[in-house]
């Protein structure tokens, strides 16, 4: 299998150089304005546009307007637009931020999706906005396609925000020149907890600059302030030239909230007049599911969850895990019974049920914590599953115990893990032969990340489920800025021919640093 991207088709690349004309030929609004007050002129959607949870027939356009307007997109199999089929979208308003999502149905598997988004005043739909325009890959129908991805996490982390002296989030830009079919997006999407400053002095002396927002000057806690934060990635240019060519399939973790929350917690952060955790929750989820195309938070009737099974071809499932909403409170992590664990009763039930159904030769298991990573909250307790106890599960540990053996009596094969959270990247290979609980069969866990965040150095192993680590790459102090340290992500490329899955950990600046090739239809690798 190759090991350079995709080369995009003539008119792919024409359509692409048309958004990012239109990107910049719209000046963003200032982060605090107020939308609705300015009514003069078009609507204008300044904010970009992207795509979420495609398949092979569906998915998720998303834009934001500077005011009141109807959405309206157009489809098309070219970039002349000349054949075209028209979504009619909602009316978006300041319920939602003056964010929108469209659901388009019915589209050809395996083909190059052009689109442009239009924006309407609701009072004369003839004043119309200058159009935004998209482009993506529906999944395809046959397994001779072969899919490819990328993923990585962790964005403007630890005061390390979109800083114009470097060119923002370069990454993004990376990625984007990849051409991957989607981006798994494994979580702390923004850093609500974390305050942007206008200037950072690193250890050498250099000065990092930031830019800044009133919503990034504080720790997030009113809805306003989540909008604000999910906002404030969009200020970067490569993530809205990225968001207008790459689908993503997006989870979220703790700092979309606040650091190693879980349900029920009152805080006694100073920083906050909010301390019932439960309330920021709520408002962050608002948030999120306003600023991101998810399928599951889309449509009338669902249930509003963020866990959900994407489905991109007879080669690829994806299995996206909630483990923060469900989770009980961190602690020491020794309970000998945990039938509530990291995932909840229900979201475990779902997850078996689904897995037993996948006819997808892979089956990727998007976890937005690692498994066999021993992260601490505080001194004394636990933020993931592992506790660092080397002995028979414990704790959240008896949750992921039931699952895995229940993966190999099931026989399901084809099963990986691909997480972010530490912010380094890694490979750990999982074997009873090395466990304390042994009734499971080998697998991978693939770590990447941060994709616009500080770095830290390696966590200790958790030796109940036998990981091996294979391969790291961590800085060796905490907290290095993306000016003394890549960013990382991870690639995923399964080829059509022989179903074979390669992984492939990425350092920004073009390295491999890392590949794995794994076989297609074992129950353990």
């Not at 003539?10 to 910049?24: E, F, Q, Y």
């Not at 699952?403 to 990247?425: E, F, M, P, Q, S």
Request: include cysteine.
């Amino acid at each position: 299998m190759s090991h350079s991207p995709r080369i995009p088709s003539p008119d792919r690349r024409s359509v692409l150089r048309g958004a990012v004309a239109a990107s910049a030929a719209l000046a963003l609004p200032a982060m605090g304005a107020a939308p609705a007050l300015a009514l003069s002129g078009r609507p204008r959607a300044a904010w970009g546009v992207q795509t979420g949870d495609v398949t092979s027939s569906s998915g998720l356009v998303w834009v934001r307007s500077d005011r009141p307007a109807r959405m309206i997109v157009e489809t098309s199999a070219a970039e002349s637009f000349r054949h075209t089929h028209r979504w009619h979208g909602p009316l978006v308003g300041a319920g939602t931020d003056f964010t929108g999502r469209t659901a388009l149905c019915g589209l050809p598997a395996g083909e190059q999706v052009h689109y442009r988004v239009t924006l309407a005043d609701p009072e004369d739909p003839r004043r119309t906005g200058e159009p935004v325009h998209g482009t993506f890959r529906t999944a395809p129908a046959e397994r001779r396609e072969g899919v490819r991805f990328l993923w990585s996490g962790d964005i403007a982390g630890q005061g390390w925000g979109i800083n114009p002296d470097i060119g923002g989030y370069r990454a993004y830009e990376e990625m984007r020149r990849l051409d991957p079919d989607f981006f798994l997006c494994s979580g702390d999407t923004i850093y609500a907890d974390g305050v942007i400053e206008p200037s950072v002095t690193l250890p050498d002396g250099r000065i990092w600059r930031n830019i800044t927002t009133e919503e990034k000057s504080k720790v997030a806690q009113t809805l306003a302030d989540f909008r604000g934060n999910f906002r404030y990635n969009l200020l970067d240019e490569n993530v809205r030239r990225f968001n207008a060519q790459v689908p993503t399939v997006v989870q979220w973790d703790d700092h979309e909230v606040r650091n190693n929350w879980y349900p029920g917690q009152i805080l006694d952060d100073p920083r906050y007049t909010e301390k019932n955790v439960d309330v920021l929750a709520e408002r962050s989820s608002r948030a999120f599911s306003e600023y991101f195309p998810v399928s599951t938070l889309a449509a009338p009737g669902r249930d509003g969850r963020v866990h959900r099974v994407v489905r991109y071809g007879p080669l690829l499932d994806v299995f996206v895990l909630d483990m923060r909403s469900y989770r009980n409170a961190n602690s020491p992590g020794r309970q000998p019974d945990d039938a509530q664990g990291i995932l909840g009763a229900e979201q475990l039930a779902w997850l078996k049920r689904e897995l037993s159904r996948s006819r997808a030769v892979w089956k990727v298991i998007a976890s937005d914590m690692p498994l066999g990573l021993v992260v601490a909250d505080g001194t004394a307790n636990f933020e993931a599953v592992a506790q660092g106890d080397p002995g028979a599960p414990l704790g959240r540990e008896l949750q992921i115990a039931e699952l895995l053996r229940y993966i190999k009596h099931r026989r399901i094969t084809g099963t990986v893990w691909l997480t972010a959270d530490v912010h380094y990247t890694s490979a750990q290979h999982y074997d009873p032969s090395r466990a304390a609980f042994k009734d499971f069969a080998p697998f991978w866990e693939f770590v990447s990340g941060p994709l616009a965040a500080g770095g830290f150095p390696a966590n200790a192993l958790d030796a109940t489920f036998g990981p091996e680590r294979v391969f790291v790459r961590a800085p060796e102090r905490a907290n290095v800025s993306p000016m003394e340290s890549p960013q990382y992500f991870g690639e995923v490329d399964i080829d059509g021919g022989s179903g074979e899955l390669t992984v492939r950990l990425r350092a920004e600046g073009g390295t491999v640093l890392f590949s794995k090739v794994l076989q297609p239809g074992r129950v353990g690798q």
